[in-house]
């Protein structure tokens, strides 16, 4: 399995901003769809964002227009950009790969990916 390492997670009060990185230990541009999910203390993992190897998107309607996932292939890194942090964005966040993953789509948020990294918390203060 690919190794994911996930860092920029910390405490931000409301309407702050955060960027969560995930790097993989291979490449994994065209090769890995790349996911984002979180799960908050007492609730279910919920899927945040995906991005495909044609850079396809799908976000949590929760999180549209306020999180951006985006990848730079040279640092086989993916990132989460957080705008606009609500409170009920506190969380463990979980960066996610899997090369069976082909398309991303909004059922992509739901699916059981291969590989796991250990997550950030992120926790915002109202």
């Known amino acids: 399995h690919i190794q994911l390492v996930e860092s920029g997670g910390g405490s931000v009060p409301t309407g702050g901003s955060l960027r969560l990185a995930c790097v993989a230990s291979?490449?994994?541009?065209?090769?890995?769809?790349m996911a984002w999910f979180r799960q908050a203390p007492g609730k279910s993992r919920e899927g945040v964002a995906a991005?495909?190897?044609?850079?396809?998107?799908a976000y949590a309607n929760s999180v549209k227009d306020r999180f951006t996932i985006s990848q730079d292939s040279d640092k086989n890194t993916t990132y989460l950009q957080m705008n606009s942090l609500k409170a009920d964005d506190t969380a463990m966040y979980y960066c996610?790969?899997?090369?069976?993953?082909?398309?991303?789509?909004?059922?992509?948020?739901?699916?059981?990916?291969?590989?796991w990294g250990q997550g950030p918390q992120v926790i915002v203060s109202a």
């Open positions: 291979r490449y994994t541009r065209g090769v890995y769809s």
């Open positions: 996610a790969a899997d090369p069976f993953i082909v398309e991303v789509s909004a059922t992509t948020l739901d699916a059981n990916f291969t590989s």
């Open positions: 991005i495909d190897n044609d850079g396809r998107t």
